[in-house]
């Protein structure tokens, strides 16, 4: 039997905030510029590019200081957060309140594009996922306006790769707020969370989201889409308001 060359990068990449060790990543180790950005806008820590006060890359390894403003660091420690143990991914920072405590009377956000449209879009970004087609071992994730995909990145990680293209669309200055999401893997809580909190309208997988993102894009006025690439996408879309 011959081993397969086929293999992906997988590297720890640290990040400290205010001077506060905040998470260390196992990763895919480019576009880490991106991913701390996205990362702490997901988190809450930023909401814009202005929240960020300096990024600082640390030379001898792969890690970042991060110096944000002190009310924002104020705000996410006042949530009182504690770790949770994520379907798939580990050790997490994100404090997964209780979705069903979330407002329940919010605007739908958007529609998601029709059906030949998702496709086409997917399409789009498996032609650009260069570590997919070399090794099949890779998640991917991209921004986009319904009609191009806006910002695209590759991880080991689904979440990484969401917080990378949000982190690109923040440090662009790109407005996230109304787009949709395209993900190549489960739609779990966290990502969720992280999407709703971005304002995107929609976030659409070709696999299927869990009952709590359901919840979560429910109660936040975001469309899920399951199965997109197939001929009968399924939408969990926010209920009527009465």
């Known amino acids: ?17 205010n001077g506060e060790p905040a998470v260390t990543w196992m990763c895919t180790p480019d576009q880490l ?36 403003k002190p009310e924002r660091v104020a705000a ?31 605007p739908k956000r958007g529609d998601p594009p029709p059906a030949e449209t998702l496709r ?14 070399e090794t099949g071992g890779i998640h991917a994730a991209a921004l986009t306006d319904a009609t191009r995909l806006l910002f695209h990145a590759e991880d080991i990680g689904r979440h990484n790769a969401v917080d990378k293209v949000i982190g690109a669309s923040v440090l662009a200055r790109t407005p996230i707020v109304g787009r949709g999401l395209l993900v190549t893997g489960r739609i779990s809580a966290e990502l969720a969370f992280k999407a709703a909190r971005a304002g ?24 899920l889409v399951g199965r997109a690439v197939s001929g009968t996408p399924h939408l969990h879309e926010p209920p009527a308001k009465a």
């Open 120 to 133: 086409t879009l997917f399409k789009q970004l498996f032609a650009q996922g260069a570590r997919y087609n």
């Open 1 to 17: 039997m011959q081993a397969d060359s086929a293999v992906v990068e997988e590297w720890p990449v640290w990040l400290e905030v």
């Open 200 to 223: 995107l309208a929609w976030v659409a997988t070709p696999s299927v989201p869990s009952t709590l993102a359901v919840t979560i894009a429910e109660r936040s006025g975001m469309t």
């Open 33 to 68: 510029e991106e991913l701390a950005v996205g990362w702490l806008h997901g988190e809450g820590y930023i909401a814009s590019l202005d929240d960020l006060v300096q990024l600082r890359p640390c030379a001898p390894d792969l890690g970042f200081w991060a110096d944000v």
């Open 76 to 106: 996410v420690k006042g949530e009182n957060r504690k770790r949770v143990l994520a379907s798939g991914c580990g050790a997490v920072a994100t404090m997964l309140a209780d979705p069903h405590a979330m407002a329940r009377a919010v």
